[in-house]
């Protein structure tokens, strides 16, 4: 199956600093997505980005599908940001989504 | 409220009972999951369904029984819950190959 491989496994960060979180995976994938695991444990979704690039407010994500990665930029960060940031990919066609080990972010005010 | 919901938040139950959680939505999505999340491994996948009535197994389905008779509804039943199924449950749902999963908020059930 696929492997997908995120860096760095934990950051701390003051608040209003930048971030980039990344995801490496195996093979092709044919969804790739970002996710937000806050305090409470919701598994929020930040974005849908199999290749190319998105933007919404200070987050923003690319997906190089050619070198099989993935890059969460987070700007100004705020201490809401905090929690773990998983990227999660499917092989293909495929419905099993894989799961990354997630990079747990702490922003200290 | 439109969106994916999961009942119950919380559960404790006793080694050995049935325990059934339930997941909801109002997309219409064709497919729906099943993931447990446990320190150490990560969100594993249980058992997902493409449409109402087709059902497929995950990566950890053994002590599992799902059921699809409505497009809306999902549920997942332990059998005879041991402690090794104490984790928390998250349901998932996605229009179609090509679109992202959207979670929902998860039980976290503890078996004693």
């Known amino acids: 199956g696929i492997q997908v491989e995120q860096s760095p496994p934990d950051l701390i960060l003051q608040e209003g600093a930048n971030s980039t979180l990344r995801c490496n995976f195996s093979?092709?994938?044919?969804?790739l997505q970002w996710f937000h695991q806050n305090p409470w444990g919701q598994l929020i979704n930040l974005f849908y980005i199999p290749s190319g690039t998105k933007q919404n407010g200070r987050l923003s994500a690319t997906t190089v599908a050619t070198e099989r990665y993935s890059l969460l930029y987070i700007s100004s960060s705020q201490t809401t940001d905090s929690g773990v940031y998983f990227c999660a990919a499917t092989l293909g066609a495929g419905n099993m989504l894989t799961f990354g080990g997630g990079t747990r972010l702490m922003v200290k005010p | 409220d439109a969106g994916i919901t999961q009942s119950p938040r919380y559960k404790i139950t006793e080694t050995g009972r049935q325990v059934t959680l339930m997941c909801h939505q109002t997309?219409?999505?064709?497919?729906m999951f099943w993931y447990r999340q446990d320190l150490g491994h990560g969100l594993r996948l249980i058992y997902y369904s493409a449409a109402a009535d087709i059902t497929d197994k995950g990566e950890v389905p053994d002590g599992y029984v799902v059921s699809r008779s409505k497009t809306e509804n999902f549920p997942l039943t332990l059998e005879s819950a041991t402690r090794s199924q104490t984790s928390v449950y998250f349901c998932?749902?996605?229009?179609?190959?090509?679109?992202?999963?959207?979670f929902g908020s998860g039980t976290r059930l503890t078996v004693v």
């Open positions: 093979d092709s994938v044919n969804n």
């Open positions: 997309w219409s999505h064709s497919y």
């Open positions: 998932a749902s996605r229009q179609g190959t090509n679109y992202g999963y959207t």
